[in-house]
């Protein structure tokens, strides 16, 4: 099945950029999204299509995804934006099309 | 508003069985592709299976792991979704969410979430 491998942790100062990669194989080729996590949370849809946001989500945020990598990226961290983030794409030619990647913590210093 | 919560988690022994379920307001029920997510403790997030509108068909599919032991079913008269789990082994310890399902021609996503219910498996 697909597998989607992210840094198990990434830390940033406040005010600075944050990027959360998602590597794959031609991850390019698929559809990325991704999903925040504060910690006694549920999940929360912050990127989707790669580079949508849903209404609600800051414009700080944003994605890329191209070659075997996706990229999620928090612009002017703060410190509410400490969370776990997971990256998914959908693999219909897979018997467990529903992949995520294992998560990524991401701490504000 | 879209609000999803589900309820019926609980300990349960291995071999047992449990029926979770997720009751869903502020969006048409009826037309909407429903999904469930679980997340053993600690660790990430593991797709269990969905199902589609009745309109669509009604059909599911499951994850590997699961598939022949778990079902997923909907009444839209209720506005409810269920997970019926039979045959419960300790690695389905977790916490299960119910989520809606968007889908499209190249992908499919999970939209909007419950605040989940905690599944424990053990003797």
């Known amino acids: 099945s697909y597998v989607l491998t992210q840094p198990p942790s990434v830390s940033v100062a406040p005010g600075k950029t944050a990027r959360i990669t998602c590597g794959g194989n031609n991850i390019g080729s698929k559809t990325v999204h991704w999903y925040q996590q504060k910690p006694g949370q549920a999940p929360v849809l912050v990127i989707y299509y790669d580079t949508d946001r849903p209404s609600g989500i800051p414009e700080r945020f944003s994605g890329s995804n191209s070659g075997n990598t996706a990229t999620l990226t928090i612009s002017r961290v703060e410190a509410g934006d400490e969370a776990d983030y997971y990256c998914q794409v959908w693999d219909s030619n897979s018997d467990h099309p529903g992949v995520f990647g294992g998560g990524t913590k991401l701490t504000v210093l | 508003e879209v609000q999803l919560v589900e309820s019926g988690g609980g300990l349960v022994k291995p071999g047992g069985s449990l029926r979770l379920s997720c009751a869903a307001s502020g969006f048409t029920f009826s037309n909407a592709w429903m999904s469930w997510v679980r997340q053993a403790p600690g660790k990430g997030l593991e797709w269990v299976g969905r199902i589609k509108s009745k309109t669509d068909g009604g059909t599911t599919d499951y994850a590997a792991p699961v598939k022949g ?55």
């Open chain 2, 69 to 123: 032991r778990f079902t997923i079913s909907r009444d839209d008269s209720k506005n409810t979704l269920y997970l019926q789990m039979n045959s419960l082994k300790t690695e389905d310890t977790a916490v299960y969410y119910c989520t809606t399902f968007m889908t499209t021609v190249t992908t499919n996503y999970f939209d909007s979430w419950g605040q989940g219910t905690l599944v424990t498996v053990s003797s």
